[in-house]
């Protein structure tokens, strides 16, 4: 497994602004993954970031409201441009170690953002 | 495509119970199944996958889940229901095919154990 931390844990955010989360993983890891959970809902995959190129987006998402950076194999960002109260939503972060395909997907604790 | 469906929105049970959660999945392929915990203010916690083999696969905090291919089924199960299993179960399909390190999850219930 991998343990994987998120930064912040919760925030609260003004309409118009942006916010950045950092993801962090114990180790090198192949594929890192950002979900979105908005309030009672399931989660729905925003974008692979990919090691030193740009990440791929799931349809509904675009690179000018949800860039990423994938610096290295261990830390990635996800920011949430010009917010507005629709992107309230738990942001997780999750990855897969190794590269085989029966292998496990981690998640982090999730970054709580609340947008007034 | 693959997809999964959780029937049911929430489940009530009686601590001591069993209680069963119940995920259907439609894939192309053969299916790679997850089952994941979200407690109230966490991500979300790996229980157990099923990739092959015996179709009953043991987990965390003593649930396990049944494969059930003609059904294609794989209901989390537990013999006896504890107050602190209360949270949220996710079931996942991860994709078997070309794009294999997609995973799809379904709609997420709500466990309720009352004491």
């Known amino acids: 497994s991998a343990v994987i931390s998120q930064k912040p844990s919760r925030d609260i955010c003004q309409r118009g602004t ?3 989360i950092q993801c962090q993983v114990d180790s090198q890891v192949t594929m890192m993954f950002w979900y979105r959970q908005q309030p009672g809902q399931s989660l729905t995959l925003i974008a692979t970031a990919n090691q030193g190129s740009e990440a791929t987006y799931e349809s509904g998402f675009v690179i000018d409201k949800f860039p990423i950076s994938r610096p290295n194999l261990t830390f990635s960002t996800l920011t949430v441009s010009n917010m507005s109260p629709e992107d309230s939503s ?3 972060c999750s990855v897969v170690p190794e590269a085989g395909r029966t292998d496990t997907q981690y998640f982090g604790p999730g970054t709580r953002l609340t947008v007034l | 495509a693959q997809s999964v469906a959780q029937p049911e929105d929430q489940v009530n049970v009686a601590e001591g119970n069993p209680l069963t959660v119940k995920c259907t999945y439609s894939v192309s392929g053969n299916p790679y199944l997850f089952w ?3 407690y109230p203010n ?11 083999g015996d ?7 003593g649930f ?10 794989f209901h989390l199960k537990k013999p006896s229901a504890l107050v602190s299993d209360s949270a949220l179960y996710f079931c996942a399909v991860r994709d078997g095919g070309y794009n294999f390190n997609k995973f799809y999850f379904g709609s997420g219930t709500k466990l309720n154990v009352k004491p």
């Open chain 1, 90 to 92: 738990i942001y997780l």
């Open chain 2, 42 to 52: 966490r991500g979300l916690q790996f229980l157990l996958k099923y990739i092959t």
């Open chain 2, 55 to 61: 179709n009953l696969v043991k987990g965390s905090y």
């Open chain 1, 18 to 20: 942006s916010l950045t």
């Open chain 2, 36 to 38: 994941y915990v979200q």
């Open chain 2, 64 to 73: 396990e889940a049944e494969f059930n291919k003609s059904q294609t089924s």
